[in-house]
């Protein structure tokens, strides 16, 4: 298994452009997640999904959509890039496979920044 | 809501020596609590966690930690530090086990001095 997996590793933008992180998983999880790691901060949650066609809103969930047509792919948009959206971006999974606790697997993570 | 407090952003200790990383949480409904470890440019790894039983929790790395209701508490710690602990660790509580959304606490990098 890959596990998580995020491309790009590395994106620069400049304000206003738009864009789209991707994010998959090949362990058949129902759960799905976004964070943004801030130096700081810790990370702290964008969007999240219980099952494909289910998403909801996290504690940062402005300037960024999600969708999740199937059960491998979250990808998160950023509509109008402005530079407080530099961060790192990491992408979790969760699923009944790990037992009664949802442990989460993060991906590597994408270095974005906006200039 | 459910929140997570890590004082402190930064501890040095020495090579064989003690190491305590402290978290306190608030949760308004039993928690589960976490500790993941990340090292430089890398995504998180779960250490240890605890949902329900024994309230010493035994993780990977020779870490364990141990929740403290009355204290509202789950520290972290390990006999001896070694050069490779080197890293930045974050303290995460769930109100669920069966749901994705984690908040953690601000991290805390830990230094270890030959």
């Known amino acids: 298994n890959a596990g998580v997996t995020q491309t790009p590793k590395f994106q620069v933008l400049k304000t206003g452009q738009s864009m789209t992180l991707q994010c998959a998983q090949d362990?058949?999880?129902?759960?799905m997640s976004w964070y943004r790691q801030d130096p700081g901060m810790g990370l702290r949650l964008i969007h999240y999904?219980?099952?494909?066609?289910?998403?909801d809103q996290g504690e940062v969930p402005n300037g960024y959509n999600v969708s999740r047509s199937t059960t491998e792919d979250f990808p998160l948009r950023l509509l109008s890039a402005a530079p407080s959206q530099t961060s790192v971006y990491f992408c979790?999974?969760?699923?009944?496979?790990?037992?009664?606790?949802?442990?989460?697997?993060f991906g590597p993570g994408t270095r974005l920044t906006v200039t | 809501a459910q929140s997570v407090t890590q004082l402190g952003s930064h501890v040095s200790v020495s090579e064989g020596a003690l190491v305590l990383l402290r978290c306190n949480y608030s949760s308004s409904v039993p928690p589960y609590l976490f500790w993941y470890v990340q090292y430089p440019n890398q995504g998180l790894q779960l250490l240890l966690k605890y949902t329900t039983g024994a309230t010493l929790v035994k993780g990977i790395n020779g870490f364990e930690a141990e929740f403290k209701k009355s204290e509202t508490s789950f520290h972290l710690t390990k006999p001896s530090a070694h050069m490779s602990d080197a890293a930045e660790y974050f303290c995460?509580?769930?109100?669920?086990?069966?749901?994705?959304?984690?908040?953690f606490g601000k991290g805390i990098t830990l230094s270890v001095r030959p």
């Open positions: 999904s219980v099952g494909a066609g289910i998403t």
């Open positions: 362990m058949n999880h129902e759960y």
């Open positions: 979790a999974s969760s699923g009944r496979a790990q037992g009664l606790t949802y442990e989460q697997y």
């Open positions: 995460a509580v769930s109100e669920s086990g069966a749901n994705s959304k984690l908040t």
